[in-house]
Nanobody, 124 residues
């Protein structure tokens, strides 16, 4: 069916940058909303950035001005550009997307999908 695969996480020093990617594969008709969440140890998963199919973006207050969510529809890929990273940004980052996919040659179905997560560690 559909899979989301994240990449781009890693270890970075405070003040550094990373770009996370979320690639969707499968029998995709369209990708609607795309979200990036993160979960730090001992904390609840929180919404970091959201991008609607119409191009509207929303960000958590803690990342506004530092993170940018975007998408490349031709590649079925979403991105999260993270600049000026802080130690408190350390977490596992997950992408989430609402995807309409083909169940046969004509019919489609809407589903909600999650990636497997990618670790981001900000430390000196």
């Amino acid at each position: 069916q559909v899979q989301l695969v994240e990449s781009g996480g890693g270890l970075v020093q405070p003040g550094g940058s990373l770009r996370l990617s979320c690639a969707a594969s499968g029998s995709i008709f369209s990708i609607n909303a795309i979200n990036w969440y993160r979960q730090a140890p001992g904390k609840q998963r929180e919404l970091v950035a959201a991008l609607t199919s119409g191009g509207t973006t929303n960000y958590a207050d803690s990342v506004k001005g530092r993170f940018t969510i975007s998408r490349d529809n031709a590649k079925n890929t979403a991105y999260l550009q993270m600049n000026s990273l802080k130690p408190e940004d350390t977490a596992v980052y997950y992408c989430n997307a609402e995807i309409r996919y083909y169940i046969d040659s004509v019919k489609t179905r809407l589903g909600d999908y999650w990636g497997q997560g990618t670790q981001v560690t900000v430390s000196s």
